[in-house]
């Protein structure tokens, strides 16, 4: 019966973080699901159809493109050898680490009237007025597909590599001696295999762009993130912004079971148990160079001409853009970042520890649970926060209001909606990380504790603890990093005296200042790098 | 009083059933060793024992006293129970020392420290306190594992299939070594096998698990030689059946002749089958044409000392070792001669 009440302890916590960390999902289906909101109703009548769409288009647009860079260089990366491909390898995920508003404005910067390449083409044609020539607009929704799917294809090139990896090279060499050309096997094969890989890959592509909010305000494009937000601070309409927030969920919803669906077979492919660290085809002359100049053209527009500005931008203002602000900013944004990554890791150590100890089907639930908030948007995960915490504050300030005493806004107006929301947003991190390092403990090293005469929380303490150091370390330097970067929920729970990193940055971006705020730009591009050192490493070990 | 005792125990989870009324008794100071195929419910008797499963049903006492069953669960960490697993489960992170004392309780630093060299005397392994696992050999480690699982001087210690991973040509060395320190330490110990030959090695007495139950408990010897079902006679040696009748309590018909056996039985059927191992198989000269117990020779193995012959005998294949400077060709007519031993009959 001890065992039993030990048990019970973990079980309790476990599934009461689990049902707290999704209660603001629960909250947005059941309020989008409330009777009618009348700005709802006027948006659904004028223009929610319209931001239906471009949603839509910006998803496919930006999965499409994805596809044509990434296949590709994934193909490339796994199956050929040419000049630079051990660099190119983990160069062409850098752009991962750049926000795509940043990219956006570099671009427009760089492309628009007044720009460089618009003025470098009027002195060499002699043209004079905007007449005289036509040139592309960036800021469109073409240019936000370009913009987004120039930072988002790395997940697809990724996975896809990875998956090409571990597939046998016997496959495409069978097909090749059955008469297909390479090109015909990797239309035929390679991308048959890998469809799942693919689709799951677009999956998570589409939610990130469903997820952006930046650059489509800056770019002017109208979709259901940019009308969550302006629901928000234009009509004050918490129930209208919960039902878009709902439509945006179906959406999501629809990508998951595409991942899902494009799993269903995927046991029936074949897997070798290692991966591939020889080349299929070794390229030479004139494939060689071409392979080269492709992967080289897409670094250099997806990361080296954006940094480069940037680079260029910090030097130039240094003087303005290095100041107290920018201290300031960062000291609020680590407040932030580290308060959320110690209670992340805290929180998903005991949940994984209960999974582990419990050792049932339904133990994964709680952890499952908790994790529900990466899936959502940021501007979703804000209305979502707001829900519950509003709920709470009032029936605070009802329950005090006989004695007197009130409490105002001491969750929705301060720092500590943030945190919430940051919470349930990263925990999946945390508890993906930790879960993984859990895995590769040896559950004989927990039973040969506990017939040492140790209980769950000293073996979690002598035993898990220290072993895990390396993964809880991970876990929160990882969450600590998404939470410098998140931008959307930040911008719409911020309380009037806080100011991240990110919502400075995107200040004056939005002012079209950026090069007065370059310095914090760079911070937020190098703090980004960091995951990819890790993920970069992982790929150079599994090889 | 017997160490540990476990009276009708069963065990199930998500539809599977693994253990049934199992029993099981050990003694004092005795090594027991629970042996059977994979997946028999060996390890899960194990756990039951050290109580890192809740049985369903039965009872397990230690020391006389009840540990676990439908009202009372006592945990693992109050059993005083030794546990040695099949990959060490050293700690990585502690030393040699810090394992040994990680299960030694609130004693002071100087009583640590001596048992600590107590027990890495015992296990010859003095001079290596400061090492971690991962600077040890194979063999090493596991003294450090049984070090650190006597060092706090439990009551009963488990062994899951601990030998597994040690090469074969130190194998039996090392069980002989183990051996020693825990009869040394006056431990009773139950020890996790499907190998017959270190279970003979290393314990004291056999328990033979079949489908979640225990089929027959004894001596290495007694089970060997008089098994009471099939599947402890086939577990424990190669063997073939034949078709045999009760002729005198030491009598039997088969169809290669009368076979005597050794000791008197007692059947309550007539017809039955004995089973017969390869050393009690004589292989001889056909000097009869035609003769109805001749078996043909199918294969023959050079073992150095002599030869090892493949032979069908009533639809089954056999291995026979050849008397030594015996010689038969392949495909040579060869009789069959059953020596007296004995005789293992189980009726139909």
Request: aromatic share 16%.
């Given at each position: 019966m001890n065992f039993i009440f030990k048990l019970s302890k973990w079980q309790l916590f476990a599934w009461s973080t689990g049902l707290l960390l999704s209660a603001p999902l629960f909250f947005l289906i059941y309020e989008s699901l409330q009777g009618d909101s009348e700005v709802f109703s006027h948006l659904w009548d004028t223009v929610l159809w319209d931001y239906i769409t471009n949603t839509v288009l910006l998803i496919f647009g930006v999965c499409l493109l994805s596809c044509a860079i990434a296949l590709p260089l994934g193909w490339l990366s796994a199956y050929c050898s040419f000049p630079g491909k051990k660099q190119f390898e983990w160069a062409l995920m850098l752009p991962l680490a750049m926000p795509t508003y940043l990219i956006a404005y570099v671009y427009t910067d760089l492309l628009d009237y007044a720009g460089p390449v618009q003025i470098a083409l009027r002195e060499w044609f002699d043209w004079h007025s905007p007449t005289d020539y036509w040139f592309f607009d960036i800021r469109t929704l073409p240019g936000a597909i370009v913009m987004i799917a120039l930072v988002l294809y790395p997940y697809l090139f990724l996975i896809f590599k990875t998956a090409l990896r571990e597939q046998s090279f016997k496959l495409v060499q069978a097909s090749q001696l059955m008469g297909l050309s390479p090109w015909q096997s990797f239309f035929k094969v390679s991308i048959v295999l890998s469809r799942g890989s693919i689709v799951a890959a677009l999956a998570l592509i589409s939610m990130e762009t469903m997820a952006d909010y930046a650059t489509v305000s800056y770019f002017a494009v109208s979709t259901l993130t940019t009308a969550v937000y302006d629901t928000w601070f234009?009509?004050?309409s918490l129930t209208a912004a919960a039902k878009i927030s709902g439509v945006m969920l179906l959406l999501l919803f629809l990508a998951l079971m595409a991942e899902r669906f494009s799993r269903?077979?995927?046991?029936?492919f074949e897997r070798q148990s290692g991966v591939n660290s020889e080349s299929l085809y070794k390229l030479k002359g004139k494939h060689a160079w071409l392979a080269t100049s492709f992967c080289s053209v897409i670094l250099l527009i997806a990361f080296i001409i954006p940094m480069l500005v940037l680079l260029n931008y910090a030097i130039t203002y240094f003087d303005k853009a290095w100041n107290t602000a920018f201290f300031s900013y960062a000291w609020q944004s680590l407040k932030v970042a580290i308060t959320v990554s110690v209670i992340s890791i805290i929180l998903a150590t005991l949940i994984v520890f209960y999974q582990r100890v419990a050792k049932q089907g339904y133990s994964l639930i709680p952890g499952r649970l908790a994790s529900t908030g990466y899936a959502l948007p940021g501007t979703v995960l804000a209305i979502a926060v707001l829900l519950p915490l509003t709920v709470l504050e009032n029936s605070i300030n009802a329950a005090l209001e006989s004695y007197n005493l009130d409490i105002g806004l001491l969750l929705t107006g301060s720092i500590i909606t943030i945190i919430v929301a940051y919470l349930v947003r990263f925990y999946a991190i945390a508890h993906g990380a930790i879960e993984s390092s859990f895995v590769r403990i040896s559950p004989s090293l927990d039973m040969a504790s506990q017939s040492m005469g140790k209980s769950q929380g000293q073996t979690l303490r002598l035993v898990h603890l220290p072993l895990l150091r390396r993964g809880l370390l991970t876990a929160a330097l990882l969450v600590f990093i998404e939470c410098m970067k998140e931008l959307p929920a930040a911008l719409l729970l911020r309380p009037f005296d806080f100011e991240s990193l990110a919502t400075h940055v995107f200040q004056y971006v939005s002012d079209e200042q950026l090069e007065l705020a370059s310095i914090s730009a760079l911070f937020i591009v190098l703090v980004g790098l960091i995951p990819l050192y890790f993920i970069n490493r992982s790929m150079e070990q599994r090889s | 009083m017997s160490r540990l005792n476990l009276q009708g125990v069963d065990y199930h989870y998500s539809g599977t059933?693994?253990?049934?009324?199992l029993d099981l008794t050990v003694g004092q100071d005795e090594i027991v060793c629970l042996l059977g195929a994979s997946g028999c419910g060996k390890t899960t008797t194990l756990k039951a024992i050290a109580g890192l499963i809740e049985i369903n049903e039965g009872s397990v006492f230690i020391d006389g006293k009840c540990v676990s069953d439908k009202h009372t669960f006592v945990s693992p960490e109050h059993r005083n129970i030794g546990m040695m697993f099949q990959d060490y489960?050293?700690?990585?992170?502690?030393?040699v020392a810090d394992n040994i004392a990680f299960g030694l309780g609130k004693i002071s630093k100087v009583q640590k420290q001596q048992r600590v060299e107590e027990m890495l005397e015992l296990v010859h392994l003095t001079g290596c306190a400061k090492r971690y696992p991962h600077q040890l050999s194979g063999g090493q480690q596991q003294r450090v594992a049984i070090a650190r699982a006597l060092a706090y001087k439990p009551s009963l210690l488990l062994l899951d299939e601990p030998f597994s991973n040690i090469d074969t040509q130190v194998r039996f060395e090392l069980i002989a070594d183990i051996r020693r320190i825990i009869k040394a330490q006056q431990v009773s110990a139950v020890f996790v096998s499907h190998s017959k030959e270190e279970a003979f090695a290393f314990s004291d007495t056999l328990a033979i698990m079949h489908q979640g139950k225990i089929a027959q408990q004894g001596t290495p010897e007694q089970l060997f030689a008089v098994p009471k079902t099939k599947e402890v006679a086939e577990f424990l040696g190669q063997g073939i059946y034949l078709g045999a009748e009760v002729l005198t309590a030491t009598e039997y018909t088969t169809p290669f002749g009368v076979v005597q056996s050794q000791h008197e039985h007692t059947h309550s059927a007539i017809k039955g089958v004995v089973y017969i191992r390869p050393h009690h198989i004589e292989l001889a000269q056909n000097t009869q044409a035609d003769n109805p117990q001749s078996v043909s020779i199918l294969s023959r193995r050079f073992i150095g000392s002599a030869y090892v012959y493949t032979v069908v005998i009533a639809e089954q294949e056999i291995e026979v070792a050849a008397q030594y400077g015996q010689s038969f060709e392949i495909n040579e007519q060869v009789i069959i001669k059953i020596k007296p031993h004995t005789v293992n009959f189980f009726e139909s």
């Open positions: 234009g009509y004050y269903r077979n995927q046991a029936v | 059933h693994v253990l049934h009324n489960a050293l700690f990585p992170h502690l030393s």
